[in-house]
T-cell receptor, first 118, second 119 residues
Framework: AQSVAQPEDQVNVAEGNPLTVKCTYS??????LFWYVQYPNRGLQFLLK??????LVKGSYGFEAEFNKSQTSFHLKKPSALVSDSALYFC????????????????FGTGTRLQVTL | ETGVTQTPRHLVMGMTNKKSLKCEQH?????MYWYKQSAKKPLELMFV???????ENNSVPSRFSPECPNSSHLFLHLHTLQPEDSALYLC??????????????????FGPGTRLTVL
């Protein structure tokens, strides 16, 4: 079964500094990877996804993520953090199996709270 | 706004009440989902509907009863809930492959959720 781990419950960054939110995954087939953000009292908002192709994926609000197959990671990054980026970030994975041409359900990590301070 | 709306946004109910959560998507998608989000736990997939047909029931207790009358609307009927059912219930939709066989590349778009408190 697929799984995803977000090793940090919270990440603290000063505004203007680069930020990284870590995510590692485990699948038996090919991974499809997603990042979502959740602001207080809101649902999840899609940021970006990796399906195939370029390992560096660019998404909304200046975020990007790098797919690293050898390290089974998909870390979320932003060159310069904003206070408004403070939120809960979720990494998610689907396991695609070429033998059946189907993918598993979307499995989420437990989330990482990003706190950006002035 | 993601194009997925949920009502009510907040709901407080007793253990003997019957209530329903509503979700509507304005994105023309053919798949809809119910998730449960509890504190300190990963999102839990509850139900999946594809072209109005239920394609997944993730071992959800029968006190939760989904209904999907058309591709744009999804309901979650609640009855005799327990306090541990208190959570944020999220609806999502996506454009998925026909027949319930997901290629996995589709993006799920979420509604704002219903915060449910069971007394």
């Amino acid at each position: 079964a697929q799984s995803v781990a977000q090793p940090e419950d919270q990440v603290n960054v000063a505004e203007g500094n680069p930020l990284t939110v870590k995510c590692t995954y485990s699948v038996s087939g090919n991974p499809y990877l997603f990042w979502y953000v959740q602001y207080p009292n809101r649902g999840l908002q899609f940021l970006l996804k990796y399906i195939t192709g370029d390992n560096l994926v660019k998404g909304s609000y200046g975020f990007e993520a790098e797919f690293n197959k050898s390290q089974t990671s998909f870390h979320l990054k932003k060159p310069s953090a904003l206070v408004s980026d403070s939120a809960l970030y979720f990494c998610a994975v689907r396991d695609y199996r070429r033998s059946t041409g189907t993918a598993s359900k979307l499995t989420f990590g437990t989330g990482t709270r990003l706190q950006v301070t002035l | 706004e993601t194009g997925v709306t949920q009502t009510p946004r907040h709901l407080v109910m007793g253990m003997t009440n019957k209530k329903s959560l509503k979700c509507e998507q304005h994105l023309g998608h053919n798949a809809m989902y119910w998730y449960k989000q509890s504190a300190k736990k990963p999102l839990e997939l509850m139900f999946v509907y594809n072209f109005k047909e239920q394609t997944e029931n993730n071992s959800v207790p029968s006190r939760f009863s989904p209904e999907c009358p058309n591709s744009s609307h999804l309901f979650l009927h609640l009855h005799t809930l327990q306090p541990e059912d208190s959570a944020l219930y999220l609806c999502a939709s996506s454009q998925d492959q026909a027949g319930g066989l997901s290629r996995g590349t589709d993006t799920q778009y979420f509604g704002p959720g219903t915060r449910l408190t069971v007394l």
